[in-house]
Structure formats: structure tokens, C-alpha cells
């Protein structure tokens, strides 16, 4: 099983919707991060976590909100999507006490078309 | 300027020649730095980390300047399988967060 899964990989909604991007993690690892993905501009931090407790903006974190329901689980809403959402969208995990590194370790990814 | 810059690519090579990324970032106070892999609409894999003396791993060279603020990565006897994008990545030594190039995109060739 992959150690880190995100929920779902493909959705088309429309503008207005609220969507939530969901992620879960099996590594043990206490920092989350939501990234999204264009064509160009690489990958862009929406909102990160150190812990539960811990919730952190980005550079892109406008029209985004997150939830860090527990160690294993950080969720990513958009509250009203935008067709400029439109983007593939990645949750990551690292623990630099677990693995003395900052590495961070990539979910499948989610694409999202805002219509 | 962009935190971490890239050769933007792509990079069309035929199997067998040796191909060379580089980067260059910002903050001189970055103290990890990593090479990911990507392929296409896959998430990103680390490849390798990049310390200060160097390091090999088979036929992928990383080394670092860290006076110049630069890293390079080298690939030796280019394969098939090593099409994909090449991120380079940097930590902000801030508050724990990676920065992401924008990737240099690879093609290998028969």
C-alpha cells in the first residue's frame, strides 16, 4: 500500500462548488503539506502543518483553507472553485526528527478541472 | 529573481550521451538540497540529496557550490527510462519548507 494516498485522483466540478481534496499518510511523519502543480510554474505551497495543532499559509493560499483532522490527515478545501484551480494538486509528508532530513515524500497527486 | 532557478530545457538527448542540469537558488542559507524526479502527471520522487563534498549513485553526479549558490546534476550513459522532468529543490532554512524549480524536462531518444 502506498504511504501516502489522496482522495479522489480525478474530479471535474464547477465554479461555485466547495470541493475537498483529502490525504492520508501511513509514514508516521508529523508535517503535512498541500502543493498544486501548473504547467511552467512548478509546485507552489497552498498550506503546510507541523503538527495537529499547527496550520501554516503558503504563497498561494488565497480561495484554499485546510484541516489537519489528526497526525495521518490533512484535508485541502477550496470554499468556492474558480476555474483558474484548475491544477494538479499534491499532498507531501516529511519528519525531520523521524528521518533527519526535511526530504518530503509525495501522495499520487489529484487533478482537479474547475469548469 | 526566482528562489531556484533552472535550465529550462527540454533537453533532447540520444541514448548513451551525458547530460548536465543546472541550478542555481537564492538564499544563502539553504542547507539541504535535492534533486526529484517526475514523470509525466506522476508526483514528484527524490532522485538524490546533494552534499557539499559531492555524491555519486550509479550513474547520476550531484555536486554543490556553495559559494557560487549552484548545483548540478549529471547523467552518465543516458537510458530510455531517464526521460522525465528534474526538479531542483532547496529548504528555506526558515520554517522547514522545500522551494521547487520549476524542472528541467529530459527526452531520450533511440
Known amino acids: 500500500d502506498a504511504d501516502v494516498t489522496q482522495t479522489p485522483r480525478n474530479r471535474i466540478t464547477k465554479t461555485g462548488k466547495r470541493i475537498m481534496l483529502e490525504c492520508s499518510q501511513t509514514?508516521?511523519?508529523?508535517?503535512m503539506y498541500w502543493y498544486r502543480q501548473d504547467p511552467g510554474l512548478g509546485l507552489r505551497l497552498i498550506y503546510y502543518?507541523?503538527?495537529?495543532?499547527?496550520?501554516n499559509k503558503g504563497e498561494i493560499s488565497d480561495g484554499y483553507s485546510v484541516s489537519r483532522q489528526a497526525q495521518a490527515k490533512f484535508s485541502l478545501s477550496l470554499e468556492s472553485a474558480i476555474p483558474n484551480q484548475t491544477a494538479l494538486y499534491f499532498c507531501?509528508?516529511?519528519?525531520?526528527?523521524?528521518?533527519?532530513?526535511?526530504?518530503?515524500?509525495f501522495g499520487p497527486g489529484t487533478r482537479l478541472t474547475v469548469l | 529573481r526566482k528562489e531556484v532557478e533552472q535550465d529550462p530545457g527540454p533537453f533532447n538527448v540520444p541514448e548513451g550521451a551525458t547530460v548536465a542540469f543546472n541550478c542555481t537558488y537564492s538564499?544563502?542559507?539553504?542547507?539541504?538540497f535535492f534533486w526529484y524526479r517526475q514523470d509525466c502527471r506522476k508526483e514528484p520522487k527524490l532522485l538524490m540529496s546533494v552534499y557539499s563534498s559531492g555524491n555519486e549513485d550509479g550513474r547520476f553526479t550531484a555536486q554543490l557550490n556553495r559559494a557560487s549558490q549552484y548545483i548540478s546534476l549529471l547523467i552518465r550513459d543516458s537510458k530510455l527510462s531517464d526521460s522525465a522532468t528534474y526538479l531542483c529543490v532547496v529548504n528555506d532554512n526558515q520554517g522547514g519548507k522545500l522551494i521547487f524549480g520549476q524542472g528541467t524536462e529530459l527526452s531520450v531518444k533511440p
Open positions: 509514514k508516521g511523519h508529523d508535517r
Open positions: 502543518s507541523f503538527d495537529v495543532k499547527d496550520i
Open positions: 507531501a509528508t516529511s519528519d525531520l526528527r523521524l528521518e533527519n532530513t526535511d526530504t518530503q515524500y
Open positions: 538564499n544563502s542559507a539553504s542547507q539541504s
